[in-house]
């Protein structure tokens, strides 16, 4: 079956930096997305890879491996307005987009 | 407006009622979808209309009726739900291509209580 893996929640302080694992096994594959979701918020879109290596937008990057089948999102210089759930889905060989159950990241002052 | 409106933001209904909810888009764009979300598990893709034919997704009850009825506009009719049916019901659009990128627009959800 396919499956998309990341963890549930994770806590990080303001101004620091958090890295967010996404690991997949999918039947092929056509780029990875990232989204981010604030609480009874729509999910917004935050980066899109499909060939290995590290993409940069500002104060998020992310990052992938085809072959280990897996991805990061880097947050840098964390924001309280970064609160929010991360959700990694990836598109299989039919197009179809596969999703992970979202990582809720909590920043401390 | 721009972007992907959906109404109600809320909505609380019995188990006899029937209702619709409703989503526009105003993007522009040739696709569009409705997701349930369930808390802690992964979106469940109800329903696709792509260059007007339909796409569903088998395992959906049939007390979920979508209704697409230009390239805009996307209604999702409800009857006889059942509590398990409780969600926050998200709709979607994206500029169909065919080439892996596009990417999803979504409306900020209906959460729906089944009582």
């Known amino acids: 079956g396919q499956n998309i893996d990341q963890p549930t929640e994770m806590t990080a302080t303001e101004g620091a930096i958090v890295q967010i694992n996404c690991t997949y096994q999918t039947s092929g594959f056509n780029g990875l997305f990232w989204y981010q979701q604030h609480a009874g918020e729509a999910p917004t879109f935050l980066s899109y890879?499909?060939l290995d290596g590290l993409e940069e937008k500002g104060r998020f990057s992310s990052f992938l491996s085809r072959s280990k089948g897996y991805s990061y999102l880097l947050l840098k210089e964390l924001q309280m307005k970064d609160s929010a759930s991360y959700l990694c889905?990836?598109?299989?060989?039919?197009?179809?987009?596969?999703w992970g159950a979202g990582t809720k990241l909590i920043i401390k002052p | 407006e721009t972007g992907v409106t959906q109404t109600p933001r809320h909505l609380v209904m019995g188990m006899t009622n029937k209702k619709s909810l409703k989503c526009e888009q105003h993007?522009?764009?040739?696709?569009m979808y409705w997701y349930k979300q369930s808390a802690k598990k992964p979106l469940e893709l109800m329903f696709v209309y792509s260059l007007e034919e339909r796409v569903e997704n088998n395992s959906v009850p049939s007390r979920f009726s979508p209704e697409c009825p230009n390239s805009s506009h996307l209604f999702l009719h409800l009857h006889t739900l059942q509590p398990e049916d409780s969600a926050l019901y998200l709709c979607?659009?994206?500029?169909?291509?065919?080439?892996?990128?596009?990417?999803?627009?979504f409306g900020s959800g209906t959460q729906l209580s089944v009582l």
């Open positions: 889905a990836v598109r299989d060989s039919n197009y179809q987009l596969i």
């Open positions: 979607a659009s994206s500029q169909a291509s065919g080439t892996g990128n596009e990417k999803l627009f």
């Open positions: 993007l522009g764009h040739n696709a």
């Open positions: 890879n499909v």
